[in-house]
């Protein structure tokens, strides 16, 4: 580090001494500017690169709001928040998003217990009044394939409140297209599950 500080003092150096008149107004006098540096195969490597304002019209701005559906944000008020159950699930083969987030739904569940709602833990609160939201994390070209009436019936007990899906997961290759086993190509979905669970 401390050597391509020096080399880039030493462009800096060189280039102002090379300018005679050098001001905020008189630029032009600098011998070389930084994407003139840049393009020197010789001293490109010294330099940050240069990063561009990526562009987006307002057309397509719209356009891509116009495809996700305002929810409340999960999780939110509506109930007493006790805890988080976090999960991920995959499907490998077939292509099926709605199976990866009933996989992950299950994987957020399965390793816990909860006895307090039906001992009476919490005084007030009965076995029936348990609430969850479930935030699920899915790749937005899937979003409008996923079925959350299948992804409900993951759970066995607890009135659902509110379904939030957004943007996440993943689509990745499994590395082999297996045909017997359904697939349409070697696409391997991941969704990410959070079930907040309250009364």
Known sequence: M??????????????????TNFSSNNRESIP???HELRNSNKLS????????????????????????K??????????????VEMGVGYDQHGQDITSAAMRACRDAITSNS???????SIPGVSF??????????????????????????????GAISNVEVVDGGLIC?????????????DDCYIV?????VGY
């Open 70 to 83: 305002t929810v409340d944000s999960v999780p939110n008020s509506s109930m007493k928040l006790l805890f």
């Open 128 to 157: 029936d009044q348990m609430k969850l939201q479930i935030k699920l994390g899915v790749p937005r070209p899937l979003q409008h394939l996923l079925d959350i009436e299948k992804v409900k019936s993951v759970f066995p007990y």
């Open 173 to 185: 290759s499994s590395g082999v297209h297996v045909e017997e086993m359904g697939d349409k190509n």
């Open 2 to 19: 401390t050597a391509l500080s020096n080399s880039r003092g030493f462009i800096n150096s060189l280039i102002l001494s090379s300018s």
């Open 45 to 68: 490597f010294l330099l940050p690169p240069i990063r561009r304002p990526i562009s987006v019209t307002a057309a397509a701005m719209a356009s891509d709001q116009s495809s996700v």
């Open 114 to 120: 909860v006895p307090a709602f039906r001992r009476g």
């Open 32 to 34: 070389f500017s930084h």
């Open 192 to 196: 990410n599950a959070a079930v907040y």
